[in-house]
């Protein structure tokens, strides 16, 4: 019987379409939460048998969190992991949208998806029952295109996460589309670590989810109550107006500011058209705002693009117009939209393709790469090349064959001393914040448990606040407080934007998790299960590619050139400091001096079976 709160797993065998459905097992639910948790659970339970990211023998999770599909409203979302065809390791993408809430209505938290289908295919969820149809004449096709047709086929009322041309390629860092078509709810990607080619390896298209059941919760009357409470302090918080009308690209204004908007490659740190590209410049041109569902924010600002021949409309938030914007040099937020739409379409990450295309203009600039190598010219802020290069990735034609590797591969294949500027960690681009002035954002990056990302820990706000150049042990213990409260988030299914941007008490959450599940629990408690999560995906790290201290290391950039100009004029972070930092971030996690989590933290946090597997 489905314990409160909580719904059923469906395994699917895409090569013989063999479905399993039970129930989530307390086990599951109480040790691991649901979103995050049970993606790092489910790839870790086969982590042995996978031959590599694009064989079949791959598991691609999909899960909700058990806030998701409630009437708490903060938003849902939803968690895709896997092996990842970028960096080797277990990574894993979280998007918003409408997936997570249909998911949760239809009765099915989780799909763990296994084998190969011998043809193109989706699969179907309604309301408890799973299936597996065949659609080859879905393939071909970019993610709008397969979302309109999915759409007409099944009534509309259903959210559909697709892949583009770039996940059927098997393009490393592929991403997933989530409601393209629907216009009352955001359009989101999972479009880190390359979910995208996952599924393309799977020859699975899309995945269709219709529910329309109840979420059943064990104290509906408290749930209440917390929510009403959730939601007076969302509206009487002073950053509600602002984050309304800019959503994450006020986010720009702020970075260059502090110096630290990633521009031309993380060369510089303040980009001269920063007014042509914030969140003001986007209030005068927006069309109109969406939210995930259930959220009571919406912060997808929509805006109209006309470039190239191509018409169209798609929402723009910071990372992207950080990364493929101010670090390319595009100057409007009309070309940055663009780029976007082809990035969504075909499917590829916004912040993996911004960095990629950034190497090779500066591979342009130092005369590494020439007109010869990739077959047209490639100059900063020039978007008719951005387009091209886009495309050729996504079709992995000609030089798109080397950037639909990501830039660690594209450096080591480029060499000529091109490494040295490869902005990535693990083989996962670095996202939107230069930190050679932010000790804290830097240990953040270095230590991801999937590659350089900041939503595990967005630790720059802290630098800030107490001093950019400082190494300090209060640093290291913020880096790891946020790595576990902000993929707590993630577990729970829901936005962590609420607690990031308008400052709601993170309790709330926990009061929450009780009120659905009949289970009670502190925010300490659940705290607890996100570092057990941290340290088995580092375990997973460990036993897949025995990452170690020199894994855990920045860029050369971020320790040999200076920021040029500005008030942080001259600064770089210090290596030796650096790494002090780093084996106090060890110590403190209770990891040896190459971080790998001793057999006692493992036992302590009920990771048996990861400590066998590690220790014998
Ligand atoms: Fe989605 Fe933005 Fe709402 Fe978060 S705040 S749930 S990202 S619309």
């Not at 390791?89 to 763990?112: K, M, T």
């Not at 296994?114 to 993610?143: C, H, K, M, Q």
């Not at 031309?264 to 209030?283: P, V």
């Not at 914007?325 to 912040?351: R, V």
């Amino acid at each position: 019987m489905a314990i409160p709160g909580y719904g059923r797993t469906a395994e699917i065998d895409l090569t013989d379409k063999k479905i399993s459905i039970r129930d989530v097992d307390e086990y599951l639910a109480y040790e691991f939460i649901g979103g995050r948790g049970w993606t790092a659970y489910f790839v870790f339970k086969e982590i042995d048998k996978i031959v590599d990211a694009l064989h079949p023998s791959n598991v691609l999770i999909v899960a909700a969190g058990p806030l998701a599909g409630t009437y708490f409203s903060s938003g849902g979302k939803t968690e895709f992991g896997a092996l990842s065809p970028q960096t080797g390791i277990y990574g894993d993408s979280n998007v918003g949208g409408y997936l997570g809430y249909r998911l949760r209505r239809s009765g099915i938290d989780c799909l763990i998806i296994r084998g190969r289908s011998p043809t193109p295919s989706y699969i179907y969820v309604e309301d408890g029952r799973v299936e597996v149809f065949e659609a080859p004449e879905l393939w071909g096709l970019n993610s709008s295109e397969v979302d309109r047709k999915l759409r007409e086929k099944h009534d509309g009322e259903c959210s559909i996460a697709s892949i583009g041309l770039a996940g059927e390629k098997q393009v490393s860092f592929a991403c997933i589309n989530v409601d393209w078509n629907l216009r009352k709810y955001r359009h989101g990607q999972a479009g880190r670590t390359g979910m995208g080619a996952v599924m393309g390896s799977k020859n699975l298209k899309a995945i269709v989810v219709k529910g329309s059941g109840e979420v059943k919760v064990a104290d509906p009357e408290r749930l209440r109550d917390v929510a009403k409470r959730f939601q007076k302090q969302v509206l009487e918080s002073p950053t509600y107006d602002i984050w309304r009308r800019q959503g994450t690209m006020l986010t720009v204004e702020w970075a260059n500011n502090a110096e630290a908007l990633p521009v031309y490659n993380f060369q510089k740190t303040r980009y001269e058209y920063a007014d042509k590209i914030d969140g003001y410049a986007l209030e005068k041109v927006k069309l109109y705002s969406r939210p995930c569902s259930n959220c009571i924010v919406p912060c997808e600002h929509v805006v109209p693009f006309n470039i190239r021949g191509e018409k169209g409309e798609i929402g723009v938030e910071y990372e992207t117009t950080g990364m493929i914007g101010s670090n390319t040099g595009l100057k409007s937020l009309e070309e940055i939209a663009y780029a976007n739409y082809l990035c969504d379409n075909y499917g590829l990450d916004t912040i993996t393709m911004g960095s990629v295309i950034a190497f090779v203009m500066e591979c342009f600039q130092k005369g590494i790469l020439t007109e010869e190598d990739v077959g047209f010219n490639v100059e900063w802020g020039d978007i008719n090349a951005i387009s091209k290069l886009i495309e050729l990735t996504a079709k992995r034609e000609g030089f798109g064959e080397l950037t639909a590797l990501g830039v660690k591969k594209l450096s080591e294949r480029i060499g000529r001393g091109s490494e040295r500027f490869a902005m990535h960690v693990k083989g996962l681009e670095i996202s939107a914040y230069d930190h050679r002035a932010a000790p804290a954002m830097a240990l953040s990056y270095a230590t991801c448990d999937i590659g350089a990302h900041h939503n595990r820990s967005w630790a720059i706000t802290y630098d800030l606040q107490v001093g950019r150049y400082s190494y300090g042990e209060d640093k290291v213990d913020r880096v790891i407080y946020l790595q576990h409260i902000r993929p707590l988030f993630d577990m729970l299914g829901v936005c962590r934007l609420y607690w990031v941007e308008l400052g709601v008490d993170p309790n709330l959450y926990a009061e929450a998790y009780s009120a659905i599940t009949g289970k009670e629990v502190t925010l300490n408690d659940l705290l607890r299960r996100s570092e057990k999560v941290w340290n088995l995906t580092r375990v997973m790290a460990i036993l897949r590619k025995k990452i170690s201290m020199e894994d855990d290391m920045l860029p050369p950039r971020d320790f040999e050139d200076p920021v040029p100009e500005g008030s942080t004029k001259g600064v770089k972070l210090s290596k030796e400091r650096f790494i002090e930092m780093l084996k106090m971030y060890y110590r403190k996690r209770g990891w040896d001096d190459q971080g790998r989590p001793t057999k006692e933290k493992l036992i302590e946090l009920g990771l048996e079976e990861a400590a066998r597997k590690l220790y014998g």
